[in-house]
């Protein structure tokens, strides 16, 4: 597997990562034990993980703990306290069976998180504290707020950074934070390039994100056939042609510029709407199909988006700014038409 230097850690990391959210979302542990060894067999040294991924961090101290010195691991945190701070990295050690972790991320570090991390509990002083102590390697953050991002970035005290890019959601090349975060020598992880899941070929998300040489992809594989192929394209080089072009330009108008990413940064809503599976719709059906969605438990789902009130609290989170309450309402048509047809069908 190719490498690449990881910005002012010097980490020499492989050139795409492998992002473990789903190996705990969807799959049983054996599931997830072949596809983590495949990927450090194939060359993946770079594992981007979180305490809120579930049980994703137990699955990968089981499964891989015994090969730590073959992979470079990088978690979140969500504690907003310095009680909460500590707790979290001690359970996460605990959980990787590690004693560091190389890189630790403040999660979903968006605009007006400065305000718990240099100000107030301050933090920031707790990643450092840290560091001394050889808990951990570098300190980074994660966010889906590019002026966020920029302003962590620039502000000296980070190491990595990681943030979403595909070619459906361009902004961090179109806007500079790619070439900003190559000009401070802050390494960058690029989170969702295949989309979030709503894109599905992977020669037109490798062409594009492996053209930025001082970023890494994390990829969240969910089958050793992915996994497989996107090492083989990412060891022979992806060369887009005009007619790939075009059908990128495509898909990215079919899909529009401003599209659910999954961040959950919606929710809660004040009403119980359980937003972001609403706004996955189109993922879940392009993934498991018409009798997937049909379940009672996602017909239930998408009812409660009746509850609305338009308070717009969710538009207001969102760092996309996504007119969540439209988009929910078009889905939810979109949702019983499709039943409706399913039923026609069933009748004759």
Known sequence: MKQMRLGRTGLEVSRIGFGALQIATKYDYAHAQRLLNLALDLGINMLDTARGYQDSEERIGRAISHRRDDFFIATKSGGRTRKDFWESLDESLRRLRTDHVDIYQFHGAETGSEKYIFEGESTIECMREARDQGKIRFIGFSSHSLDGTLSHARSGHFDVLLYPVSYVGNEA?????????????????????????RLGEARYCLGYVLQFPSMAPVIGFETEAELREVVNLVETGVELTDADRREMAKIKSQLGEKFCRGCGYC????????????????????????????????????????????????????????????????????????????????AR
């Open 173 to 197: 090349a179109e806007r500079g934070l790619v070439q900003e975060a190559e000009r401070l020598d802050v390494g960058f992880l690029g989170m969702k390039p295949f989309g979030g899941g």
């Open 267 to 346: 929710q809660p809503c004040p009403q119980g709407v359980p937003v972001l599976s609403v706004m996955f719709y189109d993922v879940y059906h392009k993934q498991f199909g018409d009798d997937w969605i049909a379940r009672d438990e996602y017909r239930k789902e998408i009812e409660l988006v009746d509850r609305c009130e338009e308070c717009r609290q969710c538009v207001e989170r969102c760092p996309f700014d996504l007119d969540i309450p439209v988009v929910m309402r078009e889905i939810v048509a979109r949702y019983r038409e499709l039943m409706r047809a399913r039923e026609g069908r069933r």
